[in-house]
């Protein structure tokens, strides 16, 4: 399970250590400095020689890097610096001691064309809004360079890459692109969140000894592989198909029937013990040829699926939907709310049992629909921000889809799953996450229904069924090739296999 915190809770945990005199700079810059040693070998250069170029500014950010620069020195790098201001004054002298050649700003140009590494230490978790000068032109400059070199640099952010902001991930201005970011101490949700983590590339965190004394309850959370076997049921010896969970599932139209295939796949592949369909009958008929193990009368359901593909111009298919949704909260049966069904919670407040499964397009209907317009853009921008605001709205869980998918409660602490390849954006993988999310919310489904409302678990359990689908995704597209949503559908055992078996993060 990766955990983030907010800049103000990674200073407060500093603090003590800073008392008792503990080095964390010198932490900091020593696991800079060995990134950069180990990637610069990696890519078959010898250290000695190597040019590198540290972009400083006035903060402990620029500190870090001055005294990365001087540990580089003395290993016999070519090492210079850009300032853009007062520096570090200790981080100053050990990198003039060293030899690290502090350039002026002319010779911006000349000496990234050069360098084989840049470090950006511009600015780290001190930033506040969007880039100012002259770091901006800095980076302006530095983008241009990078397009026009043969080969690229290597890039590495300490900390952060400059210009995203480490709550949120936002990105209000310019922001330094890293392949790597050495994050000190703990991970920051700016780089977990979209846009943020598109400018971090790979994440590196280096131990600084915080964790005891971070707050117990993180800004944001993301799923791992050995989180699932905490939220996925295995069945035992007393195990049952009720017991493990029944899906009643309501999608697909008509005009969709696909969306109903799609969906009872994936609740089926996600190991709830019994799936019922209760669509229209033509699309009825469809499911159960392509699944004969899917019942179509109703009984007992731990958890419906509602949405995906129902026409809701349809003012029966709609009635139908909303009289399902009303019956399931009143019994505190959990539910996924998928596509076009999203748009009923435009005038109702609902217990968090309820998820939502919108992309920006439907998030900024129903936030439209409750007086909050946000655009597409707008949401994109602010991924959290605008999960969080339909939560608070509605009451709703929100899963919130997009390459990094966001899943929050009201109250609760934030979660990000990203990781997939741009290959899982196709036609009808939201169907698919939507049953799986059903498949899972069923197996909880009891304890769900105990708890009552209004608590931070369908949200966790939103989280899993997007980690498990992202692997699923994965799974179906390899390396690097275009896949259809049933693949991914057809992938979710193996994945839900993996992350069962797994024993590392
Ligand atoms: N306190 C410590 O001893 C430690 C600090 N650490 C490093 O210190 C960083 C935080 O240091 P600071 O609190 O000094 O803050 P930063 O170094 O992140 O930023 C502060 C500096 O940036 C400028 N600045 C702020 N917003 C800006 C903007 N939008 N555009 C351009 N310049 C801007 C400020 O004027 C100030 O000079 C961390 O990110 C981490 O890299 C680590 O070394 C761990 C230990
Ligand atoms: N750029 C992207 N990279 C990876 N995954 C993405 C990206 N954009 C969207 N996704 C994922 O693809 C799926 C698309 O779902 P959705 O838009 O609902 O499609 P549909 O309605 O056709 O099923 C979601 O699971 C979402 O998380
Ligand atoms: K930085």
């Not at 969140?193 to 131990?207: N, T």
């Not at 994109?380 to 869980?397: F, K």
Request: aromatic share 4%; proline share 6%; glycine share 12%.
């Amino acid at each position: 399970m990766l955990r983030a915190y907010r800049s103000d809770d990674v200073r407060q945990a500093e603090a003590p250590l800073l008392e008792r005199g503990v080095p964390l700079m010198d932490r900091a810059a020593a696991a800079l400095a060995t990134e950069v040693i180990r990637r610069v070998r990696a890519l078959g250069n010898r250290v000695p020689g190597t040019e590198v170029l540290g972009l400083v500014g006035s903060g402990n950010n620029g500190g870090d890097v001055l005294f990365a620069l001087a540990r580089l020195a003395r290993r016999g790098v070519s090492a210079s610096a850009i300032l853009t201001g007062t520096p570090h004054a200790a981080g100053y002298a050990a990198a003039s001691r060293a030899g690290v050649r502090f350039a002026d700003a002319g010779t911006l140009r000349s000496l990234a064309e050069s360098a084989e590494v840049w470090i950006d230490g511009l600015v780290g978790i001190g930033a506040r809004g969007p880039l100012r000068e002259p770091a901006l032109e800095i980076v302006r400059e530095l983008e241009e360079v990078r397009v026009g070199r043969p080969v690229e640099p290597l890039v590495i952010a300490a900390d952060l890459p400059s210009g995203i902001g480490a709550d949120d991930g936002t990105v209000p201005g310019l922001a330094l692109r890293a392949n790597v970011t050495v994050t000190m101490g703990i991970a920051k949700p700016g780089l977990v969140l979209d846009p943020g983590r598109r400018y971090a590339g790979e994440i590196v965190q280096v131990p600084l000894g915080l964790e005891e004394f971070l707050p117990s309850e993180p800004a944001l959370l993301s799923v791992g592989a050995r989180d699932i076997a905490d939220m996925w049921d295995v069945p035992g010896p007393d195990s049952h198909k009720y017991s493990r969970g029944v899906v009643g599932v309501m999608t697909g139209s008509l005009r969709y029937p696909g969306a109903a295939l799609l969906s009872t796949s994936a609740a089926l592949a996600g190991g709830a013990g019994m799936v019922r369909y209760a669509g229209p009958r033509e699309t009825s008929r469809l499911v159960v040829s392509q699944h004969p193990e899917i019942v179509t009368d109703m009984g007992r359901v731990q958890a419906w699926v509602l949405g995906s593909g129902v026409n809701m111009d349809d003012p029966e298919a709609a009635s139908e939907v909303a009289r399902r949704l009303q019956e399931s909260i009143t019994a505190g049966i959990p539910v996924v709310l998928d596509a076009g069904a999203i748009t009923l919670l435009g005038s109702i407040d609902v217990p968090s049992t309820v998820v939502i499964t919108p992309h920006a397009g439907e998030l900024a209907e129903l936030l439209a629909a409750r007086g909050e317009p946000l655009s597409r853009e707008e949401i994109a921008a602010a991924p959290s921000r605008a999960a969080r605001l339909a939560a608070t709205l509605t009451g709703a869980t929100v899963l919130l889809k997009g390459s990094v998918d966001v899943a929050c409660a009201p109250d609760d602490p934030l979660w990000a799953q990203g990781g997939a390849a741009g290959w899982r954006a196709t036609a009808g993988a939201g169907d698919v996450l939507a049953g799986l999310l059903g498949s899972i919310l069923a197996q909880w489904g009891d304890e769900l229904a105990d708890l009552g409302k209004g608590h931070g678990i369908p949200a966790r359990l939103a989280a899993a069924a997007s980690y498990i689908h992202g692997r699923a995704a994965a799974i179906a597209y390899g390396t690097g090739r275009p896949i259809v949503a049933s693949e991914i559908a057809g992938a979710i055992p193996q994945a839900i296999g993996e992350a069962l078996a797994s024993t590392g993060e």
